[in-house]
Structures are given as C-alpha cells and as structure tokens.
T-cell receptor, first 111, second 112 residues
Framework: GQNIDQPTEMTATEGAIVQINCTYQ??????LFWYQQHAGEAPTFLSYNVLDGLEEKGRFSSFLSRSKGYSYLLLKELQMKDSASYLCAVRPTGGGNKLTFGTGTQLKVEL | EAGVTQSPTHLIKTRGQQATLRCSPI?????VYWYQQALGLGLQFLLWYDEGEERNRGNFPPRFSGRQFPNYSSELNVNALELEDSALYLC???????????FGQGTRLTVV
C-alpha cells in the first residue's frame, strides 16, 4: 500500500519562500504530483516529478528523491492568493492515473 | 475548451436513499477517476473507468458503484446512504497513460 505524510498547517509571510515537505512509502512508484486546492474549489495541477531532482515552473519548484521517499514543493515570492491547501499525491505502478493523496498542507500567507 | 464538469453541485439526501453523481470528462479523455474528500481527510480514491470498463477500485464497500458511458461520461452511484458518506466527490479525467489528471469542481453530498 501507500502512506503519505505532509504537515497539516504552515504559515508564511507575503514575499517570502516556503517549503512544504512530503514523505511517502509505496509498494510501487510511478510519479509524484503536487496539486493546489483553494477552499471549495477543484484541485489544480502544479507539478510532476518521476525522476530525482528539481523541476522548476515559475514561482513553484518541486524536488524528488526516490531513494529517500521524499519530495518538497517550494513556493517563492509568496502572494496572498497562494493561501490554499497543497496536496502531495503518489501514482503507483499499473494504476493509470489513480493517485494516492496525502491529507494536504494548509498554507496561510500573512502580510 | 471545457474542463471536467460535474453535476449537481450540491446534493442533499436522507440516510438510506440513493445518490447519483455525474461527470463529463475533458473532450478526448477516456479515463475517469472518482475520489471522495471527507472533511479533514485527504482525497480517497474510489473508482477508475477507462473505455467503458472499471479498471480499479478503492477500498470502499460495494454500495459505491458506477459506470462509464460510450461518450466517456460517468456516473457514480451510492446506495443505502449513510451519514459518513457526506463529503465532496471529485471527478478527474485524463488520457490513458502517464499524463496528469484534471479535476472537476466536485459535488458536495450531504446526508441527513
């Protein structure tokens, strides 16, 4: 099976950088996804890692270490609109795009 | 291009009743996934359909079922509703294979 852990809540200041960590244990691994979800809205895709290393996409970057079962999402130049829940999800092998999600990290950006 | 659409947006049912939720995938997507997001919990995988067939099922009782139609739209049926079924039900679609999944806005089911 899969087990995914991420912090429940984080608070950061507008303009700062925040790193949201995610650790996972899985019997088969075929990629790790990060989604953003504002309250009452659909999750929206942020990033995807399948190989070790850093993927950069504007203000958002995601890192993966498969040997450590570890990923992080880095958000730079934080804006108030970045206040949302950030979901880490693992795709197992052989399951199409069936994803196993963590419970999400609620990020609050303050002035 | 239209995204994933779900209906209804909100649904209120009484315990013991049946609920039917609908999902239309992005045009060209053949795979549809259903997830349950209960308050305080992460998204839990329910069902995966592709080309009209059930491909995988999460750890949910048989009263959660569904189907996929020839136009790739999908229905999720929940029978004998229980209070614990109250949740946001999200549908996602993708192309079969290693591509990202796109989510709909969800159906908020409340069982009273």
């Amino acid at each position: 099976g899969q087990n995914i852990d991420q912090p429940t809540e984080m608070t950061a200041t507008e303009g700062a950088i925040v790193q949201i960590n995610c650790t996972y244990q899985t019997s088969g691994f075929n990629g790790l996804f990060w989604y953003q979800q504002h309250a009452g809205e659909a999750p929206t895709f942020l990033s995807y890692n399948v190989l070790d290393g850093l993927e950069e996409k504007g203000r958002f970057s995601s890192f993966l270490s498969r040997s450590k079962g570890y990923s992080y999402l880095l958000l730079k130049e934080l804006q108030m609109k970045d206040s949302a829940s950030y979901l880490c999800a693992v795709r197992p092998t052989g399951g199409g795009n069936k994803l196993t999600f963590g419970t999400g990290t609620q990020l609050k950006v303050e002035l | 291009e239209a995204g994933v659409t779900q209906s209804p947006t909100h649904l209120i049912k009484t315990r013991g009743q049946q609920a039917t939720l609908r999902c239309s995938p992005i045009s060209g997507h053949t795979s549809v996934y259903w997830y349950q997001q209960a308050l305080g919990l992460g998204l839990q995988f329910l069902l995966w359909y592709d080309e009209g067939e059930e491909r995988n099922r999460g750890n949910f009782p048989p009263r959660f079922s569904g189907r996929q139609f020839p136009n790739y739209s999908s229905e999720l049926n929940v029978n004998a509703l229980e209070l614990e079924d109250s949740a946001l039900y999200l549908c996602a679609s993708s192309l079969l294979g290693n591509t990202e999944a796109f989510f709909g806005q969800g159906t908020r089911l409340t069982v009273v």
